[in-house]
């Protein structure tokens, strides 16, 4: 195709599957089976808020995003018992029932860019942060463990599947742009509920969530052959709201 980056599968493997091993080996389910703190239950909750429609899409619209690790995490998210009337209760509820309202349902592309990619990344960006984090319990950063390598499989399986449905760069960069630019202008709905109940306990804050986010997803975008400058300039703007 015209303008249109040559990403071989290899690279595509490269990028988003190396890091797969490495995480899943730091995850031992057996360490992660009880939780006792009332806000580490809600951030999972918040999470398992996300995970669940997400394995449901990708079940129905994208099959090959319904990645056995994937099911594996969701089905220890349930194994937790998590009492969703807590979520309910909080300020994070009414910005999350927001920014899923914004993810698509159904048709592949849409699945595979919105839940595959920008979700997916949002999610990396957060267990990374709390499998540091040293004011969690070892049975959150486990989950958060698994939760990242689940996600990298995801993620994989989502690129690989872009190039191949869509195709790379000038091709695709245009359906990327218009597809998430309005999951990603109600991300910033989450960042004072997000910081005024995680960021003190678990120095969990927006901030750092975004920036992770942000260079993951350009790096994931470039990989895939979408000039930089342009990624960065949809992001600011979709952020923004313009």
């Given at each position: 195709?015209?303008?249109?980056?040559?990403?071989?599968?290899?690279?595509?493997?490269?990028?988003?599957?190396?890091?797969?091993?490495?995480?899943?080996?730091?995850?031992?389910?057996?360490?992660?089976?009880?939780?006792?703190?009332?806000?580490?239950?809600?951030?999972?909750?918040?999470?398992?808020?996300?995970?669940?429609?997400?394995?449901?899409?990708?079940?129905?619209?994208?099959?090959?995003?319904?990645?056995?690790?994937?099911?594996?995490?969701?089905?220890?998210?349930?194994?937790?018992?998590?009492?969703?009337?807590?979520?309910?209760a909080s300020e994070l509820a009414a910005p999350a029932k927001n920014l899923l309202a914004h993810a698509p349902s159904e048709g592949e592309v849409p699945v595979l860019i919105v839940q595959g990619l920008v979700l997916e990344h949002l999610g990396q960006a957060v267990y990374r942060i709390a499998r540091s984090s040293s004011r969690v319990s070892n049975a959150t950063r486990d989950l958060a463990a698994s939760g990242l390598a689940a996600s990298l499989s995801v993620t994989a399986a989502a690129t690989a599947r872009l190039a191949e449905r869509v195709g790379t760069g000038d091709t695709l960069y245009p359906v990327f742009a218009d597809i998430s630019h309005e999951v990603i202008g109600a991300l910033d709905a989450l960042a004072e509920p997000v910081d005024r109940t995680f960021g003190e306990r678990f120095g969990l804050r927006f901030a750092d969530v975004m920036g992770e986010f942000v260079a993951d997803l350009i790096g994931a975008c470039t990989a895939l052959g979408m000039q930089r400058r342009k990624v960065v300039a949809q992001l600011a703007c979709a952020s923004m709201g313009l």
């Amino acid at each position: 195709m015209s303008g249109q980056a040559e990403v071989t599968s290899t690279d595509l493997k490269t990028h988003a599957e190396l890091p797969v091993a490495s995480v899943a080996s730091a995850s031992s389910p057996e360490r992660s089976a009880h939780l006792s703190d009332p806000v580490e239950r809600l951030l999972w909750t918040l999470m398992a808020e996300f995970e669940r429609p997400a394995l449901e899409r990708y079940t129905t619209c994208a099959p090959t995003l319904a990645t056995a690790e994937k099911q594996r995490f969701l089905a220890r998210l349930a194994s937790l018992g998590l009492d969703e009337r807590a979520l309910a209760a909080s300020e994070l509820a009414a910005p999350a029932k927001n920014l899923l309202a914004h993810a698509p349902s159904e048709g592949e592309v849409p699945v595979l860019i919105v839940q595959g990619l920008v979700l997916e990344h949002l999610g990396q960006a957060v267990y990374r942060i709390a499998r540091s984090s040293s004011r969690v319990s070892n049975a959150t950063r486990d989950l958060a463990a698994s939760g990242l390598a689940a996600s990298l499989s995801v993620t994989a399986a989502a690129t690989a599947r872009l190039a191949e449905r869509v195709g790379t760069g000038d091709t695709l960069y245009p359906v990327f742009a218009d597809i998430s630019h309005e999951v990603i202008g109600a991300l910033d709905a989450l960042a004072e509920p997000v910081d005024r109940t995680f960021g003190e306990r678990f120095g969990l804050r927006f901030a750092d969530v975004m920036g992770e986010f942000v260079a993951d997803l350009i790096g994931a975008c470039t990989a895939l052959g979408m000039q930089r400058r342009k990624v960065v300039a949809q992001l600011a703007c979709a952020s923004m709201g313009l």
